[in-house]
């Protein structure tokens, strides 16, 4: 194990660059889905060489219900490890669990009060309710539902209203809402993920951006009902679903769709600053699952020797 297993818990600093650099070099759709994955894999191998830094640190309490060959002197020598490091991860591990298991708690029972909510209302894609506050918001679930108030709807003009759905169905279309909980879970397992969330939040928001755009065939149009509802809207219904009733920093979205759409490829040049941000990302991300399961091999085997499985 040695230094290789406290390695992804730091590793996740080496995407920071490309976190920021992504937001404003790459197409939205690959840029979410790229830092989507760094998250995932960086925060399961963090969370992997948390739990396996939990067993040493468990094994040396006294009442454990681990093998008594786990705490044996020869094992505690062929694992070299920090005592407090060890003793530290397991609370560490219990608060990221609870984390975890709370953001999941909660994002399902939102969606399923959502659901029972609008399940009297007509319309099987498109839910308008009667309310003064207005505000829109992508429901997913089964077919998806659209849901918008009556006083949004009055403050746009029927081309900014057409945007408005375009956004709407893109983000039930990508299933943005599977991005933005993996970012928040991943945020959630390593704070050190936290601006890669940030920048999935924004993303997602330019990519349904696009998608309208190309929808309703004017950039300026979607440009304008994004900032008309920005300035309609108060608030969005509390509790929502994570991160799917935010629409991220609305001038910088409105200037991107002001100028060129950008170009749709699927990585970027090595010789850009966004391509080296890229491949640093990718390897600190290839070094994270290399460590952790090194450090996973490692343990196994010096465990099943001191105690066979």
């Known amino acids: ?24 070099h790459l197409h939205p759709r690959t840029a979410t889905r790229l830092l989507t994955a760094v998250a995932v894999v960086m925060a399961v191998c963090s969370t992997l060489c948390l739990a396996l830094l939990m067993v040493v640190g468990t094994a040396q309490l006294p009442g454990n219900p681990l093998p008594d060959g786990w705490s044996e002197p020869e094992v505690r020598a062929a694992v070299p490890y920090d005592e407090v490091a060890g003793r530290v991860a397991i609370p560490a591990l219990a608060v990221v669990a609870t984390a975890c298991a709370r953001t999941l708690w909660r994002h399902h029972r939102v969606a399923r009060r959502a659901h029972r ?7 099987p894609t498109v ?7 207005p505000y829109a918001y992508a429901l997913p679930g089964g077919p998806g539902r659209i849901v918008v108030t009556t006083a949004l709807l009055d403050g746009l ?8 759905f375009a956004h709407e169905r893109a983000h039930l279309a990508a299933r943005h809402h599977r991005h933005l909980l993996a970012a928040r879970l991943a945020a959630r397992a390593n704070p050190f993920l936290r601006p890669l969330r940030t920048a999935v939040v924004y993303t997602a928001e330019r990519w349904a951006d696009e998608e309208a755009a190309r929808a309703v065939g004017d950039r300026r149009t979607v440009a ?23 629409t991220g920093p609305v001038p910088r979205r ?14 970027p040049s090595a010789f850009t600053s966004v391509g080296l941000a890229a491949w640093g990302a990718a390897a600190g991300t290839l070094v994270s699952a290399m460590s952790s ?8 085997l010096i465990l099943h020797a001191a105690a066979p499985l």
Do not use: Q
């Open 1 to 24: 194990m040695g230094v290789f297993v406290f390695l992804p818990l730091v590793l996740p600093l080496s995407a920071w660059p490309v976190a920021r650099l992504a937001e404003v």
């Open 117 to 123: 909510a609008l399940a009297a209302l007509p319309g």
């Open 127 to 133: 839910a308008v309710l009667p309310d003064s506050a």
């Open 157 to 164: 003009a029927p081309a900014e209203r057409r945007a408005l």
């Open 224 to 246: 304008r009902a994004i900032g008309k509802a920005a300035l309609l809207s108060h608030g969005t219904p509390a509790p929502t679903l994570p991160a799917l009733a935010t």
């Open 254 to 267: 409105v200037a991107a769709l002001l100028a060129p759409a950008p170009v749709a490829r699927s990585w």
């Open 293 to 300: 399961a090194s450090s996973a091999v490692t343990l196994f």
